[in-house]
């Protein structure tokens, strides 16, 4: 853990310091999208190929979709357009520590697919 000992602002920052070498290796790029997929356009639930039973075992049990039978019209219509129907959730009240395991978790990421390209010198983002 990080401790400061210098002056310190009301401000909510905190620096790192890596290393690179070269351009992201294919496998960087590839691992990354995923990630930015999952994390950011939510996990997929439903799909063209889901049975009715499946689509309304899902309207039962998320909350999301069960107050809503206009939502619940547009996921049947996304549906039959043939997309698939991801969900996902931001929490605002824990953004700043949210931010904070999306770095690390594309640092680790970049480490375990970079071939020796990528490394993470202080990479403690908690103070």
């Known amino acids: 853990m990080k401790i400061r000992t210098d002056f310190v602002t009301n401000s909510s920052s905190s620096s790192f310091v890596i290393a690179r070498k070269g351009e992201l290796t294919q496998a960087q790029k590839d691992a990354l999208i995923k990630f930015v997929e999952r994390q950011f356009l939510g996990e997929p639930i439903l799909t063209p190929d889901s049975t ?16 809503s039978e206009d939502r619940q019209k547009e996921v049947r ?3 039959k357009k043939g997309m698939s129907v991801y969900i996902g959730d931001v929490v605002f009240e824990e953004t700043e520590y949210r931010l904070a395991d999306i770095y690390e978790n594309v640092w680790e990421i970049m480490e375990q697919t970079g071939a020796d390209s990528f490394e993470g010198i202080d990479t403690d983002l908690s103070y």
Not at 53 to 63: A, G, H, T, V, Y
Request: aromatic fraction near 10%.
């Open 52 to 67: 009715e039973e499946e689509i309304k075992k899902e309207f039962e049990d998320n909350c999301y979709l069960s107050d």
């Open 77 to 79: 219509e996304a549906l």
